[in-house]
């Protein structure tokens, strides 16, 4: 079975003018995965304009009309300055909602083995009814819902941005359904000041969520000990049925919106120790959704690397960035 990519060129169309989340993030990674061995051998997956049902899963319906209307209006941003605004926002949204969807009815059918959502913009950061750092529609979150409405009772979602997913965690803080992990930078020194170790989920969600923020600085040793020694033990502890990851690579030591000293090396390991825990529990069953990223050669050398081993059984060699 094929690891698939899901890419519509809409997602070039959602204008942000000069913001760090531009359509060049795209095309550089694009460009890097067609000068990669493993291109030919990916299956191009769909990305189809989501339903009304997907969305209103995590976002109340009020919202995406107004997301709707934003970007019909071409109105300069939605909520807040982050969140620029064109006519190709809203296709651009729905699409990457389909993207991350279509993915996982694929996987779960069997079609394909994994797969990778290459899309904007980004969505861990949207919450129910408001749109954040960059954030309109949470794409994980989504197919998260979707995956427990398709009869899943246990999905796990992995965030390794830089900057914690709010609107993912908030999304499934009082469910034992999901669990929630997220690496990060500490929220008192970034963006968007949540994702604490003490934030571990409410009620029956309790102990489902868990924050490993990492200080200015930290880097691959510090990431990968948290990672290795705390989070993987968790996670297989869970059992998993699906594996979703928020795959941003804003933490790396060259990209300008963050202050870890993250490398190729920390994603690489990552990535491929993931997919080995979704062999081990859920017969591979993995889908990883872009979100950051902000300086395009790093990002596409990463992202490129973290397809290829989607797509392989080892880290390919090369220059690591």
């Given at each position: ?68 209307a934003a970007s ?77 409405h398709s009869g ?69 040793a510090e990431c ?98």
């Amino acid at each position: 079975m094929p690891t698939g990519l899901a890419y519509h060129p809409s997602f070039l169309n959602h204008d942000t003018g000069t913001h760090p989340e531009c359509a060049e993030r795209l095309t550089a990674i694009r460009e890097a995965l067609r000068q990669s061995a493993v291109f030919p051998r990916l299956a191009q997956v769909p990305c189809h304009e989501a339903t009304v049902e997907d969305l209103t899963r995590i976002h109340s319906l009020e919202y995406i009309q107004r997301v709707k209307a934003a970007s019909a209006q071409s109105l300069p941003y939605l909520d807040t300055p982050d969140c620029p605004v064109s006519p190709g926002t809203w296709p651009a949204a729905l699409r990457a909602v389909g993207g991350a969807v279509e993915l996982c009815r694929q996987v779960l059918a069997g079609t394909l083995n994994n797969g990778f959502l290459l899309a904007r913009p980004p969505g861990h950061h949207a919450e129910r009814d408001r749109a954040m750092g960059f954030c309109f529609f949470n794409q994980v979150a989504i197919a998260a819902a979707w995956l427990l409405h398709s009869g899943l009772e246990r999905v796990l979602i992995f965030d390794f941005d830089v900057h914690h997913g709010n609107g993912t965690q908030h999304a499934f803080e009082t469910s034992s359904q999901v669990f929630y992990a997220s690496i990060h930078q500490h929220p008192a020194t970034l963006y968007p000041g949540t994702g604490w170790p003490e934030e571990r989920g409410l009620g029956a969600g309790e102990g489902y969520t868990v924050n490993f923020p990492l200080n200015p600085g930290a880097g691959d040793a510090e990431c990968l000990d948290v990672f290795e020694t705390q989070l993987l033990p968790l996670f297989h502890n869970y059992r998993p049925q699906f594996v979703l990851i928020s795959a941003g690579f804003d933490g790396h030591r060259e990209d300008p919106l963050a202050s870890l000293n993250l490398t190729q090396v920390a994603y690489d390991r990552m990535i491929l120790a993931m997919k080995t825990l979704a062999e081990k529990n859920c017969a591979g069953r993995l889908v990883t959704v872009l979100e950051g990223g902000y300086n395009t050669k790093v990002l596409s050398h990463c992202a490129k690397s973290h397809v290829e081993i989607l797509a392989d059984s080892s880290p390919p060699r090369g220059t690591h960035f």
